[in-house]
């Protein structure tokens, strides 16, 4: 087989790759753009095999193997530099929410303490049953008075 047309062929499979992943939400578009623009490179060098001689000659490189080498180390790079960007934000963001969940969780732990101290609604001093003038239990879980409890039990 030509290696022009197995690079065609190798180029075309990475696009519809890089569609699939794209459809089934597992690749994020900003990083499908550069797989995106690396296919349609491969692609236009496979049809027009003259352009890396030309793109060589242009930028006075001898061998058209080193600038294709050379482009490649740059588009790994510039990838490299971008993932470590990512990376960076997303610790950042993971080290915000850890704070954040540790502030809720304190939050929720004085919200809980206080809750089995005062009853919800309540303002410290127990509710008066309203028909029989004895001070009423309520049960915190479910704001209700409990019947036949005794205050001060638990």
């Known amino acids: 087989m030509n290696p022009y047309a197995l690079a065609l062929v190798f180029s075309f499979l990475i696009l519809l790759l890089i569609f699939i992943r794209l459809r089934n939400s597992r690749m994020n ?15 236009i060098c496979s049809v ?37 960007v990512d990376l960076s934000h997303a610790a950042e963001r993971r080290r915000r929410l850890a704070e954040e969940i540790a502030l809720l969780r304190s939050r929720v732990d004085q919200l809980e303490a206080g809750a089995c101290t005062t009853p919800p609604g309540g303002d410290g001093v127990r509710d008066q049953a309203p028909d029989t003038g004895d001070p009423a239990v309520r049960d915190p879980r479910t704001d209700t008075d409990v019947p036949g409890a005794q205050p001060g039990e638990d």
Do not use: D, M
């Open 48 to 84: 027009f095999p003259g352009s890396i001689s030309w793109a060589a000659r242009v930028a006075k490189i001898t061998v058209p193997l080193n600038l294709v080498f050379f482009l490649a180390g740059v588009v790994v790079l510039l990838l490299s530099l971008q993932f470590s």
């Open 29 to 43: 578009e900003r990083y499908a753009t550069w797989w995106i623009v690396i296919a349609v490179v491969l692609i």
